[in-house]
């Protein structure tokens, strides 16, 4: 089976932790040995002079073709307009694309189109597949539907694309509650759980990896008192100021902040404000090789996001033995079904400060909290991927 696969987040030279997950599941896939795949990650760049800025002058240097994700990668450049053309890239994608599509269907035609997300990858992968005349599948993955789905221009392209696919993917049953909601095809939506790479997160005896964190440059978090971590890029829909309000009401307690993002300079200011310089530790970008350490370390992860799919690191923590508080979003009640995966909670302060409180004084085991992810690798989830995939090609999917 040979399968076309577009994705504009995927790992790639500059950034090679950039959309990891999806570079994660397709190297499961290239490790099966029963499916040709060719990867297309789509680089927006945009018009000179905003060009020779950075990412994009970094990003422009990229070789035509580069295996930095543990796989041959084609990385095209489409034209990029910085926070006014996002509803019009879907059109720009596919131009660029096309042509070097076209020429490799000619060469070895392919039997399938894939698309890691549902905006802007999506109505770009249908397009392509309508030129080459072939089948296609497209995965939603939670801010693609959330986020692009309340915007008219775009959600009309991701129906469009939704009824040209003959199979759609979502991470979690929630999630495709809300594809429903959105106009697109039931008895099309398929779910897709996420993977995980069970031997690099794995728990670590707590106190453990509190040392070993504390004697981690990068990390640097004393060794004393109850610590969370809240990981993901700080932009307001993930809620970093929530946990930062909650951890104020623990005394002793720390919060570590692992990741980079505009609302930086505002977190900043709120952690001066509330005189918590010295328990909430902005960590920058954390990567998957300091994550697991930092996750087994954690009395919990908190994660107040707006809204989720069902999240890689919500899976990455329980893993590490680090139950959740996380509101009621997403796949979220599709993890937390035992009190030893966390708490469900409001998107508020108190709610949170209550929860964190709640797993101090009651802490489950770490291998108790491990337990809630076993069903979880990235060799399931390769598996049924390509089972969808084969079942697309015989005109028979099943959800």
């Known amino acids: 089976m040979r399968v076309l696969s577009i994705s504009t987040l995927f790992p790639n030279p500059v950034r090679p932790s950039f959309g990891v997950f999806v570079g994660n599941q397709m190297r499961g896939v290239v490790a099966r040995g029963d499916v040709d795949l060719t990867m297309i990650s789509p680089l927006g760049i945009p018009p000179w002079p905003l060009s020779r800025r950075e990412p994009y002058a970094s990003l422009g240097k990229i070789p035509p073709v580069a295996d930095t994700a543990g796989l041959p990668v084609h990385y095209p450049h489409f034209t990029l307009i910085p926070k006014l053309g996002g509803d019009s890239n879907p059109a720009r994608i596919a131009k660029a694309v096309l042509p070097l599509a076209?020429?490799?269907?000619?060469?070895?035609?392919?039997?399938?189109?894939?698309?890691?997300?549902?905006?802007?990858?999506?109505?770009?992968?249908?397009?392509?597949?309508?030129?080459?005349?072939?089948?296609?599948?497209?995965?939603?993955?939670?801010?693609?539907?959330?986020?692009?789905?309340?915007?008219?221009?775009?959600?009309?392209?991701?129906?469009?694309?939704?009824w040209q696919a003959t199979g759609l993917l979502a991470v979690s049953e929630a999630l495709k509650r809300d594809m429903i909601a959105l106009g697109m095809p039931e008895d099309r939506i398929h779910i897709h759980y996420t993977g995980l790479d069970r031997?690099?997160?794995?728990?670590?005896?707590?106190?453990?990896?509190?040392?070993?964190?504390?004697?981690?440059?990068?990390?640097?978090?004393?060794?004393?008192?109850?610590?969370?971590?809240?990981?993901?890029?700080l932009i307001p829909r993930k809620g970093q100021r929530f946990a930062i309000e909650a951890v104020a009401q623990i005394p002793e307690a720390h919060l570590a902040l692992a990741g980079t993002g505009e609302d930086e300079s505002a977190l900043r200011a709120l952690i001066?404000?509330?005189?918590?310089?010295?328990?909430?530790?902005?960590?920058?970008?954390?990567?998957?090789?300091?994550?697991?350490?930092?996750?087994?370390?954690?009395?919990?992860?908190?994660?107040?996001?707006?809204?989720?799919?069902?999240?890689?690191?919500?899976?990455?923590?329980?893993?590490?033995?680090a139950p959740l508080v996380i509101p009621d979003i997403g796949g979220a009640r599709e993890l937390v079904k035992h009190p030893s995966a966390g708490r469900i909670v409001a998107r508020e302060a108190d709610a949170i400060a209550a929860a964190l409180g709640d797993l101090l004084a009651n802490p489950p085991k770490q291998a108790e909290v491990a337990a809630n992810a076993e069903r979880f690798s990235w060799e399931t989830n390769a598996a049924r991927i390509v089972e969808i995939w084969r079942e697309v090609l015989a005109g028979q999917v099943r959800s």
């Open 102 to 162: 076209r020429k490799l269907h000619d060469q070895e035609p392919f039997d399938l189109v894939d698309a890691s997300f549902f905006f802007p990858d999506g109505p770009a992968a249908a397009a392509i597949a309508r030129e080459l005349g072939l089948p296609l599948t497209i995965k939603s993955r939670g801010a693609d539907i959330h986020y692009w789905g309340a915007r008219p221009k775009a959600l009309a392209q991701m129906q469009n694309a939704a």
């Open 272 to 321: 001066a404000e509330r005189g918590l310089s010295a328990r909430v530790h902005m960590l920058g970008l954390v990567t998957h090789d300091r994550l697991p350490m930092l996750l087994s370390a954690a009395d919990a992860l908190v994660l107040p996001s707006a809204s989720e799919g069902l999240a890689n690191v919500w899976v990455e923590a329980l893993a590490c033995g």
């Open 199 to 233: 031997e690099r997160f794995k728990v670590t005896p707590r106190c453990d990896a509190r040392k070993s964190i504390a004697q981690d440059d990068a990390l640097a978090i004393p060794q004393s008192g109850p610590l969370f971590v809240t990981p993901g890029a």
